[in-house]
Protein backbone atom coordinates (compact mmCIF):
# COMPACT_ATOMS: atom_id res chain seq x y z
CA UNK A 1 0.00 0.00 0.00
CA UNK A 2 1.75 3.62 -0.88
CA UNK A 3 2.11 6.12 1.63
CA UNK A 4 -0.19 9.17 0.74
CA UNK A 5 -2.39 11.58 2.82
CA UNK A 6 -5.70 9.51 2.26
CA UNK A 7 -3.63 6.22 3.53
CA UNK A 8 -2.46 8.09 6.65
CA UNK A 9 -5.50 9.48 7.72
CA UNK A 10 -7.31 6.70 6.84
CA UNK A 11 -5.70 4.52 8.79
CA UNK A 12 -5.60 6.42 11.94
CA UNK A 13 -9.35 7.11 11.65
CA UNK A 14 -9.81 3.26 11.29
CA UNK A 15 -7.16 2.70 14.05
CA UNK A 16 -9.17 5.13 16.59
CA UNK A 17 -12.93 4.25 15.36
CA UNK A 18 -11.38 0.00 15.68
CA UNK A 19 -9.89 0.84 19.43
CA UNK A 20 -13.27 2.56 20.71
CA UNK A 21 -15.39 -0.94 19.26
CA UNK A 22 -13.43 -3.06 21.28
CA UNK A 23 -14.16 -0.84 24.45
CA UNK A 24 -18.09 -0.96 22.84
CA UNK A 25 -18.12 -4.67 23.18
CA UNK A 26 -16.24 -5.18 26.14
CA UNK A 27 -17.13 -2.19 28.45
CA UNK A 28 -20.46 -1.66 27.08
CA UNK A 29 -22.57 1.00 25.55
CA UNK A 30 -22.76 3.39 27.91
CA UNK A 31 -18.71 3.53 28.03
CA UNK A 32 -18.64 4.99 24.71
CA UNK A 33 -22.06 6.77 24.24
CA UNK A 34 -24.05 8.85 25.90
CA UNK A 35 -26.93 6.82 25.61
CA UNK A 36 -29.41 5.83 28.44
CA UNK A 37 -32.84 4.95 29.47
CA UNK A 38 -34.73 7.62 28.40
CA UNK A 39 -32.32 8.46 25.11
CA UNK A 40 -31.76 4.71 23.80
CA UNK A 41 -30.66 5.58 20.47
CA UNK A 42 -28.53 8.19 18.65
CA UNK A 43 -26.06 8.70 16.28
CA UNK A 44 -25.11 5.60 15.04
CA UNK A 45 -28.85 4.67 14.30
CA UNK A 46 -29.57 8.44 13.46
CA UNK A 47 -27.19 8.66 11.09
CA UNK A 48 -25.29 5.39 10.17
CA UNK A 49 -28.46 3.17 9.29
CA UNK A 50 -31.33 6.14 8.62
CA UNK A 51 -29.02 8.29 6.83
CA UNK A 52 -26.78 5.24 5.20
CA UNK A 53 -29.91 3.44 3.74
CA UNK A 54 -31.38 6.78 1.98
CA UNK A 55 -27.88 8.05 0.61
CA UNK A 56 -28.05 3.81 -0.45
CA UNK A 57 -31.07 4.83 -2.74
CA UNK A 58 -29.24 5.24 -5.60
CA UNK A 59 -28.74 1.40 -6.81
CA UNK A 60 -32.92 1.25 -7.01
CA UNK A 61 -33.32 4.26 -8.70
CA UNK A 62 -30.51 3.95 -11.57
CA UNK A 63 -31.06 -0.12 -12.07
CA UNK A 64 -34.92 0.49 -12.49
CA UNK A 65 -34.12 3.61 -14.92
CA UNK A 66 -31.74 0.93 -17.09
CA UNK A 67 -33.68 -2.31 -16.65
CA UNK A 68 -37.24 -1.03 -16.23
CA UNK A 69 -37.45 1.64 -18.46
CA UNK A 70 -34.92 1.45 -20.43
CA UNK A 71 -32.94 4.66 -20.18
CA UNK A 72 -29.67 2.71 -21.64
CA UNK A 73 -27.58 6.02 -21.76
CA UNK A 74 -27.55 5.72 -17.46
CA UNK A 75 -25.26 2.29 -18.07
CA UNK A 76 -22.34 4.73 -17.68
CA UNK A 77 -23.29 5.45 -13.73
CA UNK A 78 -25.34 2.04 -13.41
CA UNK A 79 -22.41 -0.27 -11.60
CA UNK A 80 -21.13 2.51 -9.57
CA UNK A 81 -24.28 3.13 -7.63
CA UNK A 82 -25.22 -0.19 -7.78
CA UNK A 83 -21.67 -0.67 -5.60
CA UNK A 84 -22.62 2.84 -3.67
CA UNK A 85 -26.08 1.41 -2.60
CA UNK A 86 -24.39 -2.55 -2.04
CA UNK A 87 -21.40 -0.67 0.73
CA UNK A 88 -24.41 1.44 2.09
CA UNK A 89 -26.75 -1.32 2.90
CA UNK A 90 -24.01 -3.66 4.19
CA UNK A 91 -21.83 -0.83 6.69
CA UNK A 92 -25.31 -0.13 7.93
CA UNK A 93 -25.73 -3.65 9.59
CA UNK A 94 -22.50 -3.33 10.56
CA UNK A 95 -23.01 0.11 12.52
CA UNK A 96 -26.17 -1.27 13.65
CA UNK A 97 -24.40 -4.30 15.25
CA UNK A 98 -22.41 -1.81 17.63
CA UNK A 99 -25.58 0.02 18.38
CA UNK A 100 -27.38 -2.81 19.60
CA UNK A 101 -26.86 -4.26 22.92
CA UNK A 102 -27.07 -7.54 22.21
CA UNK A 103 -25.98 -7.67 18.47
CA UNK A 104 -25.59 -11.65 18.00
CA UNK A 105 -29.82 -11.36 18.41
CA UNK A 106 -29.88 -9.60 15.03
CA UNK A 107 -31.53 -12.76 13.17
CA UNK A 108 -34.00 -12.69 15.98
CA UNK A 109 -36.82 -10.88 14.23
CA UNK A 110 -36.29 -12.89 10.94
CA UNK A 111 -35.93 -16.44 12.01
CA UNK A 112 -36.83 -17.10 15.80
CA UNK A 113 -39.72 -14.44 16.88
CA UNK A 114 -41.40 -14.18 13.60
CA UNK A 115 -43.67 -11.19 13.98
CA UNK A 116 -44.95 -10.62 11.06
CA UNK A 117 -47.18 -7.48 11.83
CA UNK A 118 -44.02 -5.71 13.35
CA UNK A 119 -42.17 -2.83 11.52
CA UNK A 120 -39.09 -4.33 12.19
CA UNK A 121 -39.82 -8.12 11.15
CA UNK A 122 -40.39 -6.27 7.68
CA UNK A 123 -37.25 -3.77 7.73
CA UNK A 124 -34.81 -6.57 9.26
CA UNK A 125 -36.37 -9.03 6.10
CA UNK A 126 -36.00 -6.43 3.50
CA UNK A 127 -32.81 -5.10 4.20
CA UNK A 128 -31.08 -8.55 4.43
CA UNK A 129 -32.93 -9.79 1.29
CA UNK A 130 -32.33 -6.33 -0.66
CA UNK A 131 -28.33 -6.49 0.46
CA UNK A 132 -28.81 -10.04 -1.16
CA UNK A 133 -30.50 -8.88 -4.83
CA UNK A 134 -27.25 -5.81 -4.69
CA UNK A 135 -24.92 -8.49 -4.25
CA UNK A 136 -26.75 -10.35 -7.28
CA UNK A 137 -27.11 -6.80 -9.55
CA UNK A 138 -22.96 -6.23 -8.88
CA UNK A 139 -21.92 -10.08 -9.26
CA UNK A 140 -21.51 -9.37 -13.06
CA UNK A 141 -18.69 -7.27 -12.49
CA UNK A 142 -17.18 -9.81 -9.66
CA UNK A 143 -17.15 -12.26 -12.44
CA UNK A 144 -15.78 -10.20 -15.09
CA UNK A 145 -12.52 -9.48 -12.97
CA UNK A 146 -12.27 -13.25 -12.20
CA UNK A 147 -12.93 -14.04 -15.96
CA UNK A 148 -15.66 -16.92 -15.16
CA UNK A 149 -17.35 -16.61 -18.63
CA UNK A 150 -20.60 -19.54 -17.35
CA UNK A 151 -21.49 -17.67 -14.13
CA UNK A 152 -21.72 -14.14 -15.92
CA UNK A 153 -23.59 -15.31 -18.40
CA UNK A 154 -26.16 -17.03 -15.94
CA UNK A 155 -26.08 -13.71 -13.62
CA UNK A 156 -26.60 -11.08 -16.70
CA UNK A 157 -29.74 -12.96 -17.72
CA UNK A 158 -31.25 -12.56 -14.17
CA UNK A 159 -30.24 -9.18 -13.72
CA UNK A 160 -33.79 -7.80 -14.78
CA UNK A 161 -35.48 -10.09 -12.22
CA UNK A 162 -33.19 -9.12 -9.17
CA UNK A 163 -34.25 -5.25 -10.60
CA UNK A 164 -37.74 -5.99 -9.79
CA UNK A 165 -37.23 -7.29 -6.25
CA UNK A 166 -34.92 -4.54 -5.46
CA UNK A 167 -37.68 -1.87 -6.64
CA UNK A 168 -40.29 -3.78 -5.18
CA UNK A 169 -38.05 -4.32 -1.57
CA UNK A 170 -36.95 -0.77 -1.47
CA UNK A 171 -40.16 0.75 -1.71
CA UNK A 172 -41.00 -1.38 1.02
CA UNK A 173 -38.44 -0.76 3.70
CA UNK A 174 -37.54 2.91 2.80
CA UNK A 175 -41.41 3.63 3.52
CA UNK A 176 -41.21 1.38 6.72
CA UNK A 177 -38.51 3.15 8.45
CA UNK A 178 -40.42 6.32 8.03
CA UNK A 179 -43.22 3.77 9.28
CA UNK A 180 -40.91 2.83 12.47
CA UNK A 181 -41.64 6.70 14.08
CA UNK A 182 -45.60 5.61 13.97
CA UNK A 183 -45.33 3.84 16.77
CA UNK A 184 -43.72 6.89 18.64
CA UNK A 185 -46.40 9.59 17.76
CA UNK A 186 -45.56 11.38 21.63
CA UNK A 187 -42.09 11.50 21.21
CA UNK A 188 -40.99 13.06 17.20
CA UNK A 189 -41.95 16.35 17.05
CA UNK A 190 -45.12 17.12 15.95
CA UNK A 191 -43.40 19.04 12.46
CA UNK A 192 -41.74 16.36 11.76
CA UNK A 193 -44.32 13.50 12.75
CA UNK A 194 -46.81 12.56 10.44
CA UNK A 195 -49.49 9.90 9.08
CA UNK A 196 -47.56 10.04 5.69
CA UNK A 197 -44.08 10.32 6.90
CA UNK A 198 -43.74 6.79 5.07
CA UNK A 199 -44.29 8.38 2.33
CA UNK A 200 -42.20 10.72 3.00
CA UNK A 201 -39.50 8.72 3.75
CA UNK A 202 -39.78 7.07 0.28
CA UNK A 203 -40.13 10.27 -1.91
CA UNK A 204 -37.01 11.31 -0.15
CA UNK A 205 -34.69 8.56 -0.94
CA UNK A 206 -35.37 8.54 -4.56
CA UNK A 207 -34.58 12.24 -4.34
CA UNK A 208 -31.47 11.11 -2.17
CA UNK A 209 -30.68 8.42 -4.66
CA UNK A 210 -30.25 10.66 -7.24
CA UNK A 211 -28.53 13.24 -5.81
CA UNK A 212 -25.64 11.05 -4.04
CA UNK A 213 -25.67 9.54 -8.05
CA UNK A 214 -24.48 12.68 -9.33
CA UNK A 215 -22.05 13.46 -6.58
CA UNK A 216 -20.56 9.68 -6.48
CA UNK A 217 -19.77 9.96 -9.93
CA UNK A 218 -18.77 13.17 -10.06
CA UNK A 219 -16.09 12.18 -7.75
CA UNK A 220 -15.26 8.71 -9.12
CA UNK A 221 -14.66 10.52 -12.74
CA UNK A 222 -12.64 12.78 -11.33
CA UNK A 223 -10.82 10.47 -8.30
CA UNK A 224 -10.64 7.03 -11.02
CA UNK A 225 -9.93 8.88 -14.18
CA UNK A 226 -7.72 6.54 -15.38
CA UNK A 227 -10.54 3.61 -15.25
CA UNK A 228 -12.85 6.12 -17.51
CA UNK A 229 -12.82 6.05 -20.90
CA UNK A 230 -12.17 10.01 -21.99
CA UNK A 231 -15.31 9.89 -24.32
CA UNK A 232 -17.49 9.05 -20.97
CA UNK A 233 -16.58 12.05 -19.47
CA UNK A 234 -19.26 14.04 -22.36
CA UNK A 235 -21.70 11.64 -21.81
CA UNK A 236 -21.59 11.28 -17.66
CA UNK A 237 -22.79 15.19 -18.24
CA UNK A 238 -25.88 14.59 -20.38
CA UNK A 239 -26.13 11.67 -17.57
CA UNK A 240 -25.97 14.21 -14.85
CA UNK A 241 -28.35 17.08 -16.42
CA UNK A 242 -31.03 14.30 -16.93
CA UNK A 243 -30.29 13.02 -13.06
CA UNK A 244 -30.56 16.91 -12.09
CA UNK A 245 -33.68 17.11 -14.21
CA UNK A 246 -35.72 14.47 -12.50
CA UNK A 247 -34.58 15.37 -8.66
CA UNK A 248 -35.95 18.80 -9.33
CA UNK A 249 -39.38 17.12 -10.11
CA UNK A 250 -38.71 15.21 -7.34
CA UNK A 251 -38.08 17.82 -5.05
CA UNK A 252 -41.01 19.45 -6.10
CA UNK A 253 -43.03 16.80 -5.33
CA UNK A 254 -41.34 16.16 -2.03
CA UNK A 255 -42.00 20.17 -1.34
CA UNK A 256 -46.19 20.15 -1.37
CA UNK A 257 -46.19 16.79 0.55
CA UNK A 258 -44.42 18.64 3.42
CA UNK A 259 -46.88 21.23 2.66
CA UNK A 260 -49.68 18.71 2.63
CA UNK A 261 -48.29 17.11 5.71
CA UNK A 262 -48.78 20.31 8.00
CA UNK A 263 -52.46 20.79 6.33
CA UNK A 264 -52.94 17.74 7.13
CA UNK A 265 -51.58 17.72 11.03
CA UNK A 266 -52.36 21.20 11.26
CA UNK A 267 -48.83 22.29 12.67
CA UNK A 268 -49.09 25.62 11.30
CA UNK A 269 -48.82 27.55 14.42
CA UNK A 270 -45.33 25.59 15.34
CA UNK A 271 -43.99 27.45 12.51
CA UNK A 272 -43.51 30.52 14.96
CA UNK A 273 -41.20 28.62 17.40
CA UNK A 274 -37.20 27.88 17.31
CA UNK A 275 -37.84 24.59 15.82
CA UNK A 276 -40.44 25.89 13.45
CA UNK A 277 -37.58 28.35 12.19
CA UNK A 278 -35.33 24.96 11.45
CA UNK A 279 -38.27 23.42 10.17
CA UNK A 280 -38.70 26.16 7.37
CA UNK A 281 -34.76 26.02 7.20
CA UNK A 282 -35.10 22.45 6.38
CA UNK A 283 -37.88 22.76 3.28
CA UNK A 284 -36.64 25.98 2.20
CA UNK A 285 -33.24 25.91 2.43
CA UNK A 286 -32.51 22.05 1.63
CA UNK A 287 -35.77 21.17 -0.61
CA UNK A 288 -37.49 24.51 -2.12
CA UNK A 289 -34.14 26.10 -3.27
CA UNK A 290 -32.14 23.18 -4.56
CA UNK A 291 -35.52 21.96 -6.70
CA UNK A 292 -34.94 25.82 -8.02
CA UNK A 293 -30.95 25.41 -8.81
CA UNK A 294 -31.21 22.03 -10.14
CA UNK A 295 -33.97 23.65 -12.56
CA UNK A 296 -31.77 26.44 -13.66
CA UNK A 297 -28.63 24.13 -13.91
CA UNK A 298 -30.32 22.06 -16.15
CA UNK A 299 -31.78 24.32 -18.45
CA UNK A 300 -28.31 26.62 -18.95
CA UNK A 301 -26.40 23.55 -18.99
CA UNK A 302 -24.31 24.75 -15.35
CA UNK A 303 -22.37 21.33 -14.78
CA UNK A 304 -20.59 22.83 -11.62
CA UNK A 305 -24.31 24.38 -10.29
CA UNK A 306 -25.89 21.17 -11.01
CA UNK A 307 -23.20 19.20 -8.68
CA UNK A 308 -23.04 21.56 -6.18
CA UNK A 309 -26.59 21.39 -6.03
CA UNK A 310 -26.95 17.71 -5.37
CA UNK A 311 -24.36 18.10 -2.60
CA UNK A 312 -26.42 20.86 -1.01
CA UNK A 313 -29.54 18.20 -1.83
CA UNK A 314 -27.77 15.00 0.15
CA UNK A 315 -26.90 17.22 3.14
CA UNK A 316 -30.67 18.17 3.22
CA UNK A 317 -31.37 14.59 3.28
CA UNK A 318 -28.96 13.67 6.15
CA UNK A 319 -30.30 17.11 8.54
CA UNK A 320 -34.29 15.86 8.08
CA UNK A 321 -33.45 12.13 8.92
CA UNK A 322 -31.20 13.60 12.08
CA UNK A 323 -34.58 15.91 13.08
CA UNK A 324 -36.55 13.16 13.03
CA UNK A 325 -34.59 10.15 15.06
CA UNK A 326 -32.35 12.41 17.25
CA UNK A 327 -32.47 16.22 17.04
CA UNK A 328 -36.80 16.33 16.75
CA UNK A 329 -36.73 12.83 18.66
CA UNK A 330 -37.67 12.63 22.38
CA UNK A 331 -37.94 16.90 22.63
CA UNK A 332 -39.22 16.79 25.67
CA UNK A 333 -36.78 14.46 27.57
CA UNK A 334 -35.48 16.15 30.92
CA UNK A 335 -32.01 15.10 29.89
CA UNK A 336 -30.98 16.24 25.98
CA UNK A 337 -28.99 13.83 24.06
CA UNK A 338 -25.89 14.60 22.42
CA UNK A 339 -23.58 12.09 20.67
CA UNK A 340 -19.84 11.60 22.24
CA UNK A 341 -16.99 12.00 20.56
CA UNK A 342 -16.44 8.49 20.19
CA UNK A 343 -19.74 8.18 18.63
CA UNK A 344 -18.54 10.54 16.41
CA UNK A 345 -15.42 8.44 15.85
CA UNK A 346 -17.02 5.16 14.68
CA UNK A 347 -19.29 6.71 12.55
CA UNK A 348 -16.59 7.97 10.74
CA UNK A 349 -14.26 5.05 10.96
CA UNK A 350 -17.86 3.37 9.02
CA UNK A 351 -17.39 5.86 6.43
CA UNK A 352 -13.56 5.97 6.41
CA UNK A 353 -13.96 2.03 5.75
CA UNK A 354 -16.82 2.44 3.66
CA UNK A 355 -14.31 4.82 1.22
CA UNK A 356 -11.75 2.45 1.63
CA UNK A 357 -13.48 -0.94 0.01
CA UNK A 358 -15.28 1.26 -2.76
CA UNK A 359 -11.75 2.62 -3.74
CA UNK A 360 -10.29 -1.00 -4.04
CA UNK A 361 -13.44 -2.34 -5.67
CA UNK A 362 -12.97 -0.03 -8.47
CA UNK A 363 -9.75 -0.12 -8.62
CA UNK A 364 -9.34 -3.85 -9.73
CA UNK A 365 -13.42 -4.68 -11.32
CA UNK A 366 -14.82 -3.51 -13.95
CA UNK A 367 -16.99 -0.98 -12.25
CA UNK A 368 -15.91 2.71 -14.14
CA UNK A 369 -15.06 0.93 -17.66
CA UNK A 370 -16.08 -1.86 -19.97
CA UNK A 371 -14.11 -5.32 -19.04
CA UNK A 372 -12.46 -5.91 -23.10
CA UNK A 373 -13.77 -9.92 -23.00
CA UNK A 374 -17.25 -8.31 -21.98
CA UNK A 375 -19.19 -6.30 -24.90
CA UNK A 376 -22.08 -3.89 -23.35
CA UNK A 377 -21.17 -5.09 -19.64
CA UNK A 378 -21.72 -1.69 -18.07
Not at 56 to 73: P, R, W
Not at 102 to 115: A, E
Request: hydrophobic share 55%; aromatic share 14%; glycine share 8%.
Amino acid sequence: MKITPFNIIAGILLIVGFIIIVFRFSLGLGAVTNLNQENPWGLWIGFDVLCGVTLAAGGYVIASAVHLFGLKDYRIVLRSAILTGFLGYFFVVVGLMFDLGRPWRLPYPMFVSLGAQSVMFLVAWHVALYLTVQFLEFSPAVFEWINWKTAHKWASRILAGACIAGVILSTLHQSALGALFLLAPTKVHPLWYSPLIPIFFFVSSIIAGLSMVIFESTLSHRIFKNQVDPAQHEQLNRVTLGLGRAASVGLLCYFFLKLVGLAHDGTWDLLGTPMGTWFLVEILIFVLLPCFLFAWGVRNKNMSLVRFTALLTVIGIVINRLNISVIGFNIDATERYFPSWMEFAVTIAIVTLGLVTFRWIVNRMPVLREHPEYEEAL
